[in-house]
């Protein structure tokens, strides 16, 4: 919706696009339910806790539309890993520390120097705003573009993350730069200086 009204079918300059060829970084769990290769999108959604996941309601397996997130730096990987709780846990669900380089990207630019949210009349703030609203945005991009990559969008926390769609994941690959535990000693001292840059206990 956009003031209101249905918004339009979304469409797309090449300004709108910025491309990416540097680390990202991730950090998840090795143990419990639902874990996944660090390397593979999750096909399940949408997630009502997730802001830019691009299935569409109700939930379900949907491959076409799967997701992987990730961030620019381990500051703010660390920040959406532990960002209910704000506590960094390194042992509950064996967490590692996860960075890697994917094929170059070609991201839809959703950060203030992107100008694609104000041309199809979307308020620049959304992307700040209710998730629900986020989701249907990614929806509707994908949508209007399935070979979309994925969206480069500013961080509620720190920095900027990148959202990676099928066609992004497909870019990702299994080999990464770093693989650590979080509980190792040397993770746990950097990830201290982490949580005292984020404010978190841990």
Partial sequence: MVNGRPAPEPTFRPTDFTRWDG???????????????WWEPRSYGPLRTMRWDPQLPPPRDQPGRAVLYAASDIVGAAAEAWHATRRIDVRSGDPV??????????????????????????DAGMVGGPRAACRRLAGAVLTADPAMEGLLVPSARTGVDVVLFAAGGAKVGRRATLIHRADDPSAVRLLSEVADELGYAI
């Avoid at 990202?24 to 874990?35: A, E, F, Q």
């Avoid at 959703?110 to 694609?116: C, N, V």
């Fill in 23 to 37: 680390p990202l970084w991730r950090i998840v769990r090795t143990s419990g339910d639902h874990v996944r290769p």
């Fill in 97 to 122: 520390i996860v960075s890697f380089t994917p094929q170059p990207l070609r991201l839809l630019d959703l950060t203030s120097r992107g100008r694609f949210l104000v041309r199809n009349g979307f």
